[in-house]
């Protein structure tokens, strides 16, 4: 199933998407939150007549640092052995077609394309093979970075959180086996990023073991995996797409602030 969140005529909703964009896709509006069985008002609407909001409401969107070994050596390093988690703050996040506002303090903001994991219960020491027990679906991220003030600062918390560094969607898919999946990031209809969710380093079920024995998650959560190679500067005027093969692709375009 594919999970939305949605701004219609109506206002804003929940929603799950039935059939593909371009070819009469509808949207139908769930009642409250898209958590356990989710329950339809009955109201729905084509797909074309709704805009997609970021597909769901995070307390925290937790990030793992240097996931595919080709992306830590051009940042000029070796993986780690055991996961690196940092948190962009939930104020990051924004849905499809949404501006990425470049800073005017940062000279350099990079693109970093993402498998997405959403949570969807409340959760605390999830062993890795129980980890699909407690994820809801994946969607598609957009690690934006303003990568000399990651340099600058040591650490990522600048670098990482301005408000729209945080691009998700366009939907939640929940029916899908993230472990071989072709992931491509374009710019301007440029490839830049292709590799596949299989050469990541720590797979979906240790990472949410690795964080769930730190910090409780909450449904709505989200885990973004790590990028592969090919991270790279974008422009005022420019539009960025991340693609995950068996979700869809993730556009935005890029506006100075
Ligand atoms: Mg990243």
């Not at 650490?155 to 939640?172: A, V």
């Amino acid at each position: 199933m594919r999970l939305a969140r949605i701004a219609s005529a109506d206002g804003v909703a929940f929603a799950s998407i039935d059939g593909d964009p371009g070819d009469g896709a509808r949207v139908k509006e769930i009642a409250e939150h898209p958590f356990g069985s989710p329950q339809y008002t009955g109201r729905s609407w084509a797909l074309d007549d709704v805009r997609l909001l970021a597909p769901i409401l995070a307390s925290k969107v937790v990030c793992i640092g240097k996931n595919y070994a080709d992306h830590a050596a051009e940042m000029g390093g070796e993986a780690p052995e055991d996961p690196v988690i940092f948190i962009k703050p939930n104020t990051s996040i924004i849905g499809p077609q949404a501006p990425i506002k470049l800073p005017r303090s940062s000279s350099r903001v990079d693109y970093e394309g993402e498998l997405a994991v959403v949570i969807g219960q409340p959760c605390r020491d999830v062993k890795a093979e129980k980890a699909s027990d407690v994820i809801l679906g994946y969607t598609v991220g957009n690690d934006v970075t303003a990568r000399d003030q990651q340099r600058h600062d040591g650490q990522w918390t600048r670098g990482k959180g301005y408000d729209s560094f945080c691009p998700l969607g366009p939907w939640i898919e929940t029916e899908l086996d993230p472990k071989d999946l072709r992931l491509t990031t374009e710019l301007d209809g440029a490839v830049k990023q292709d590799s596949r969710t299989s050469s990541m380093l720590h797979d979906v079920g240790r990472i949410v073991e690795w964080i769930s024995a730190v910090m409780t998650l909450l449904p709505g959560d989200v885990i973004l995996t790590g990028t592969p190679e090919g991270v790279g500067p974008m422009a005022d005027g420019q539009l960025v797409s991340v693609t995950v093969e068996g979700i869809g692709t993730l556009t935005n375009p890029v506006q100075d602030r």
